[in-house]
C-alpha cells in the first residue's frame, strides 16, 4: 500500500518536471523564432550579453589578482589581463555596432580557420572508411566562414542575431522532443504497471 502511494508521489513529481520542461522548450521556441524575425535586436542583445560577461569576468579577475598579489609573482600580468577585460567589455557596451562588426568579422575568421583544420584533419583521416563525413564538416565550415567574410560588414547587423535564434530554436524543440518522449513512456510504465 505505501509503495504504492510512493509510486504515485514519484510519478507527480516526474509529470511537473516534464510539463515544466515542455513549458521552457514552447518558451525557447518562441524566444528563437523572435530572434530569427528580428535579427538586428537579437544581434545587439547577443553583444550587449557577451560585454556583461567580458566585464564580470574582468572584475573577477582584477578581485582574484588582489587577492594573490602577494603570493606569486604574476600580479602584474593578472591585473594587466582583468584591465583587458573590463575595458574591452566597457567598449562593447559603450559602442554597440562597432562591437558587432568585429564580432561577426571574429566569426568568420575562426569558422575559416576550423575550416582549414577540419579540411587537413579529413585528408588525415583519408585511409578511414568514414573520412568524407570530416571533409563535408571541413567544407561546409570553410564555405560559411568564406561567406561571412565576402559578405562583412553587411552581414553584421543579422548574422549573429540569426545564428542565436537558430540556436535557441533548435534547443527549444529538442526540449518538447525530448519531454514529449519522456512523457510517453511515463504514461506507458503507468499502464503496464496498472494492467
Known amino acids: 500500500m505505501t509503495s504504492d502511494v510512493s509510486t504515485n508521489v514519484q510519478s507527480s513529481d516526474i509529470k511537473k518536471e516534464i510539463k515544466g520542461s515542455l513549458w ?28 556583461f560577461i567580458l566585464v564580470s569576468a574582468g572584475v573577477s579577475k582584477l578581485i582574484y589578482a588582489f587577492q594573490t598579489r602577494n603570493n ?6 593578472k591585473l594587466s589581463l582583468s584591465v583587458l577585460y573590463i575595458a ?3 567598449m562593447l557596451f559603450v559602442y554597440p555596432l562597432t562591437g558587432v562588426l568585429t564580432l561577426t568579422l571574429l566569426l568568420g575568421s575562426f569558422l575559416l580557420t576550423e575550416g582549414v583544420f577540419e579540411l587537413i584533419l579529413a585528408f588525415r583521416l583519408r585511409p578511414q572508411q568514414n573520412w568524407t563525413w570530416a571533409l563535408g564538416n571541413g567544407i561546409i565550415t570553410l564555405v560559411l566562414g568564406a561567406m561571412i567574410w565576402f559578405q562583412w560588414p553587411f552581414n553584421a547587423p543579422w548574422l549573429i542575431g540569426t545564428l542565436v535564434g537558430i540556436s535557441v530554436l533548435f534547443t527549444g524543440v529538442s526540449r518538447v522532443m525530448l519531454s514529449l518522449n519522456a512523457r510517453s513512456a511515463l504514461n506507458h510504465a503507468d499502464t503496464a504497471t496498472s494492467a
Open 88 to 90: 574591452t567589455g566597457v
Open 24 to 51: 521552457i522548450g514552447a518558451l525557447l521556441i518562441v524566444l528563437g523564432i523572435l530572434a530569427i524575425v528580428s535579427p538586428a535586436f537579437s544581434t545587439i542583445v547577443a553583444e550587449t550579453w557577451i560585454a
Open 72 to 77: 606569486d609573482q604574476g600580479f602584474i600580468w
